[in-house]
């Protein structure tokens, strides 16, 4: 009789166990889900680190593998895709910005990189996480030259105003990556496809003249491309040369590529969502000179 009991016991507490688990299963299944993928699966630990995938990804520009750069990209939905395709990110003529054009295949040194990272609101169930990789970048052998806006654009430029550039161009950091080039001969940039046809302007009558005068926007920074660098006009109106403005334009020493990562759950692979450049210093006459708001900046 005794042991009947037992057993009726054992059973009746065995019932009610299952009956609060199933009642609870929700809850319990969320925690223990979430408790289980808290911990670092070996998979993880070996997974590649931002900043790795962040210095792959610009040693593939460097390399001008720009089709393997492209494969680092989010692809998800996540990252803004632009109409015109990746492309757009790797020429001058795109006018997109900031723009790698620059870079690739060039050489230049790749610093120390400075990462922080930021888990989403929701990293124990998903695992994603965000970085942003600063690298800095310096040039030696290759020093490229930094433009003036209106040249880079395809103004041209007064001699005292080129000259005033030149002697302090730090201040002017608007379109950066564009105005830098590795050369200043013609040809260097590809003639810009146009973006629409436009269809014929009217023909005025025989005797008449148009009213509204014919304007050419090509070369001005109101939403153009850059182009091969404009002239400079001397007082006497002759052009320097492209060896003569090289002796006075400012020349890249140092810049700062801040790149932008996301990794999607804690197997995936870190992919490059954005970047920018900042924290530019340049080499003058009057030594090198960090870029930025304000007055120009020697540095010490």
Do not use: C
Request: proline content about 9%; cysteine-free; overall charge positive.
């Amino acid at each position: 009789m005794l042991r009947y009991e037992i057993m009726r016991l054992r059973t009746v507490h065995w019932l009610r166990a299952a009956e609060f688990v199933l009642r609870h299963a929700g809850f319990y299944s969320t925690v223990l889900f979430a408790g289980a993928l808290s911990l670092v699966t070996p998979g993880e630990a070996r997974a590649a680190r931002p900043e790795q995938t962040a210095s792959e990804f610009v040693k593939q520009i460097q390399e001008g593998a720009i089709d393997k750069a492209k494969r680092l990209l989010e692809n998800s939905g996540y990252r803004y895709r632009h109409p015109g395709g990746d492309d757009i990110y790797f020429a001058y003529e795109t006018g997109y910005d900031p723009n790698f054009a620059f870079l690739i295949g060039k050489p230049f040194i790749i610093g120390t990189a400075a990462v922080r990272e930021q888990r989403s609101d929701w990293y124990l169930i998903d695992g994603t996480i965000y970085a942003d990789v600063m690298l800095p970048l310096r040039f030696e052998s290759y020093r490229p030259w930094v433009l003036p806006a209106p040249m880079a654009f395809g103004r041209r430029m007064e001699f005292i105003d080129f000259v005033n550039y030149a002697a302090a161009p730090a201040p002017h950091v608007e379109h950066l990556s564009l105005r830098i080039r590795p050369s200043l001969e013609p040809g260097l940039i590809k003639e810009p496809k146009p973006r629409f046809s436009a269809p014929p302007p009217p023909v005025a009558p025989s005797g008449t003249r148009a009213v509204m005068p014919q304007v050419d926007t090509y070369g001005s920074l109101l939403g153009s491309l850059p182009v091969d660098p404009a002239p400079v006009v001397l007082p006497s109106g002759e052009r320097l040369t492209a060896a003569q403005m090289s002796r006075f334009l400012p020349r890249l020493s140092g810049i700062t590529l801040t790149i932008s990562l996301i990794r999607w759950g804690r197997l995936s692979s870190w992919r490059v969502v954005r970047w920018n450049f900042d924290g530019a210093t340049v080499i003058t006459e009057k030594g090198e000179i960090s870029m930025g708001s304000g007055p120009s900046k020697r540095k010490r």
